[in-house]
């Protein structure tokens, strides 16, 4: 039997995300608010400030790239982590439902 260390901080932050539907339903949530408004502001600055929109934009669109490739990996490991019958990763959440806590 191995043992487990406590999970803190980062560590349970990163358990929670890859392994709790409640918490990945709040970040995404949170997220697509700050994409929104994120998206108007860009659109006001390319508009109104296309000097600064130039010098910018190239760094704005790699950071969107990068965002999207994590997130994208992301949902692939969470979707693997509740696909599986057992957990997949270190930061697997054992989650009890009614039935198997019935079964005991």
């Given amino acids: 039997m191995t043992a487990r260390r406590k999970a803190t901080g ?5 358990r929670r995300l890859e392994g709790d539907p409640k918490t990945q339903y ?5 997220a697509m608010r700050f994409w929104v408004v994120n998206a108007v502001v860009m659109v006001a ?8 929109w130039m ?7 790699v950071l969107v790239s990068l965002y999207a490739n ?8 969470s979707a693997a982590e509740a696909a599986a019958k057992g957990p997949v990763s270190a930061y ?7 039935t198997t806590e019935g079964a005991q």
């Fill in 55 to 61: 010098r910018v934009s190239v760094l704005y669109l």
């Fill in 45 to 52: 600055v390319f508009t109104f400030a296309p000097s600064v």
């Fill in 10 to 14: 980062v560590h349970l932050l990163f």
């Fill in 26 to 30: 709040m970040w995404h949530k949170w």
């Fill in 70 to 77: 994590a997130a994208t990996d992301f949902g692939a490991m």
């Fill in 92 to 98: 697997s959440i054992d989650v009890e439902t009614e």
